[in-house]
């Protein structure tokens, strides 16, 4: 069993930026793929980034040039570090993890306000 703990989310002006961190803990495990999603009210859960076993990232068209995930393989902990927020980043923010099956953390809040 797998256990993630976000923390960093919270409120913020447009043009701000804030850190997201998630700690992954739990039973031993190779992480396959391990990023953030993200819903917004009324909307679906979208991607927003995601870092693979190699080392590839994938980002959603819409935070390319602004955000930028990172990975502590020591901690096992995941960065998500925003910058340049706009209001339309306002969602709570899940942590993702895919190991032989996915787990998602508890969520975080951000709002941006404008």
């Known amino acids: 069993q797998v256990q993630l703990v976000e923390s960093g989310g919270g409120l913020v002006q447009a043009g701000g930026s804030l850190r997201l961190s998630c700690a992954a803990s739990?039973?031993?495990?190779?992480?396959?793929?391990i990023g953030w999603y993200r819903q917004a009210p009324g909307k679906q859960r979208e991607l927003v980034a995601l870092?693979?076993?190699?080392?590839?990232?994938n980002y959603a068209d819409s935070v390319k040039g602004r955000f930028t995930i990172s990975r502590d393989n020591a901690n096992n902990t995941v960065y998500l570090q925003m910058n340049s927020l706009k209001p339309e980043d306002t969602a709570v923010y899940y942590c993702?993890?895919?190991?032989?099956?996915?787990?998602w953390g508890q969520g975080t809040q951000v709002t941006v306000s404008s």
């Open positions: 993702y993890l895919l190991t032989y099956r996915q787990y």
């Open positions: 870092l693979g076993i190699t080392g590839t990232t």
């Open positions: 739990g039973s031993t495990f190779i992480i396959n793929r």
